[in-house]
């Protein structure tokens, strides 16, 4: 899903994407992307996890677009 | 928008009930917000509110737009009122993970990344840059 780096096994990011879902309403986090949020909501086809933290980051509508963007 | 009024005393009623340990000293009107001025104050203060409450938030927007230096901003004020921050782009928090995985230390990575109380995931995509040169286990 969204970490797809070279040379590592997709079990990391996995890793990535359950730290962030466990840290929701425990521990602020915020995440950057150039995409849009409907791009990003695309994400949410990749795998079950990359779905529940999705849901989560959208769910309380706490989304920020900066700047102006083409679409 | 957020008068610097309306934030204190939102803050204010955040440390009455007990649900944040803000150091006295805290202040968000020290946000020095001049570099980009299409992007609204107000939103950095908005983003302190979620930071506060332990809440998400998502940053989108196109390259230059000053995305980064928001949520830098966000941390380093944050930072300096006593929080822990961690600020990592999304390829290089995976490849710690990674790396504290093959080296057996992935717990204590872990934990400290679950419980620091602001991580900044900066850069996250699809498809990280091919030009990242990292070996797993090589």
Redesign the interface.
């Known amino acids: 899903?969204?970490?797809?780096?070279?040379?590592?096994?997709r079990v990391?990011?996995e890793?990535?994407l359950e730290?962030?879902l466990?840290?929701?309403?425990?521990?602020?986090?915020?995440?950057?992307?150039?995409?849009?949020?409907a791009e990003?909501s695309k994400?949410r086809e990749d795998t079950p996890v990359a779905n529940a933290l999705i849901d989560?980051?959208?769910h309380?509508r706490?989304?920020?677009?900066?700047?102006?963007?083409v679409d | 928008m957020m008068t610097n009024d309306e934030l204190h005393r939102a803050l204010r009623q955040q440390r009455l009930s007990g649900t944040t340990d803000l150091p006295n000293t805290f202040r968000w009107d020290t946000i020095h917000w001049t570099c980009d001025t299409s992007i609204d104050r107000a939103l950095v203060y908005e983003l302190a509110i979620w930071l506060i409450q332990r809440r998400d938030c998502v940053i989108f927007g196109n390259r230059g737009c000053g995305k980064s230096y928001l949520a830098q901003g966000i941390g380093v004020t944050a930072n300096e009122a006593g929080f822990s921050v961690c600020y990592r782009e999304a390829s290089r928090l995976l490849r710690d993970i990674a790396s504290a995985t093959a080296s057996g230390k992935d717990a204590q990575v872990i934990t400290e990344l679950l419980t620091v109380p602001l991580l900044i995931v900066d850069d996250l995509k699809r498809e990280q840059s091919s030009a990242c040169t990292y070996r797993a286990c090589s």
């Open positions: 899903m969204i970490l797809n780096v070279s040379n590592l096994p990391h990011t890793h990535v730290l962030l466990r840290r929701h309403t425990k521990a602020s986090t915020i995440i950057i992307s150039n995409l849009s949020l990003f994400y989560r980051l959208l309380r706490s989304v920020i677009e900066v700047g102006r963007r």
